[in-house]
DNA sequence: CCTATTTAGGACTGAAATGGTCCGGTATCC
DNA sequence: GGATACCGGACCATTTCAGTCCTAAATAGG
């Protein structure tokens, strides 16, 4: 699997929505409207959203959201790491000390350079690539991992 | 987050100590003394490794598991596979018909497309990569993302 | 042939995460 | 001042996950 939770696929649907109308504010209720996701989740998202920087938010009266960036500018690593923490694949590539075989185990300086090299190739797509109609794909090479010793 | 099960963590793990001895059969206990995985999750990770034919396994006195391949052979996606099926970032990425929005969606496609650079970046670790002591890392680009023209 | 060893297969349980909902409070527009 | 809409949090039902255990089957060795 390696799925992401179901949250966060709803969460690249809303933002997407909202970069189509980019300076337009738009309510919570209208984005789940136009994108087919419950109300409640919508604004449990925007919020956590919005808490992360990558909406900004107005309250009261015609109040709603908006992306806080340009969409090119927003990346899926950054949507994944706002609802459900930065990509790490394993529990030793994000934190020291929880494992107890640390300091035995071989594989965890590979894990930590393919989890980079896979949140490097999410950084790469952003908001805006995702909301192309095609499947073309300007995405990069996996910085990280790829290139030999040189890098 | 975007992170693999702790049995498939581990499953690396037991992969990498099984890997160590290529030829030797190893059982079950021998293999959780090694890794210091418990043995009853050590089984459980064997047998499905088995049924996936990622290893052999020898019934009685004297039988024990031992890798189907030459550890060059194995890649991480295969292992990840075996133990929580194929990477598939979004439900709409591995089935289809279960979302409902899918013929409006404009995400989808894209979600393929990075689904694939990921699955390619993780078969092109292998088991033997994962064993080494250093943290070179012998790993391709994630063919199917970056390829565009620049590249 | 008999016994000890070791995997095969599945059932089961407790704990945790996840998705989803709702409520009281606060800021803004008209 | 009233209506609108976000803010923060608590809350619950469901599912998934990790981990364990038991019985059956197969093989090696005496």
């Known amino acids: 699997m390696l799925r992401l939770s179901k949250l966060t696929d709803y969460g690249m649907v809303v933002m997407a929505a909202l970069a189509d109308a980019e300076d337009d504010t738009r309510n919570a209720a209208d984005l789940a409207t136009a994108t087919g996701v419950a109300l409640p989740t919508v604004r449990k998202l925007l919020k956590r959203l919005n808490r992360s ?5 107005a309250r009261g009266a ?7 960036r340009p969409a090119e500018d927003i ?7 706002a ?3 930065p990509v790490s694949l394993t529990e030793c590539a994000a934190h020291d000390g ?26 790469d797509v952003s908001v805006a690539d995702m909301n192309r109609p095609a499947l073309s794909m300007p995405l990069q090479p996996a910085p ?3 290139s030999s010793p040189g890098s």
């Open 62 to 68: 015609r109040g709603g959201y908006r992306l806080a």
């Open 98 to 123: 929880l494992c107890g075989m640390e300091s035995v185990c071989r594989l965890r300086g590979h894990w930590r350079v393919i989890n980079d090299a896979i949140r490097g190739a999410l950084a």
């Open 144 to 146: 990280g991992i790829a």
């Open 75 to 81: 990346s899926i690593a950054d949507v994944i790491a």
């Open 83 to 85: 609802l459900e923490g």
């Open 53 to 57: 920087g990558l909406v900004n938010s």
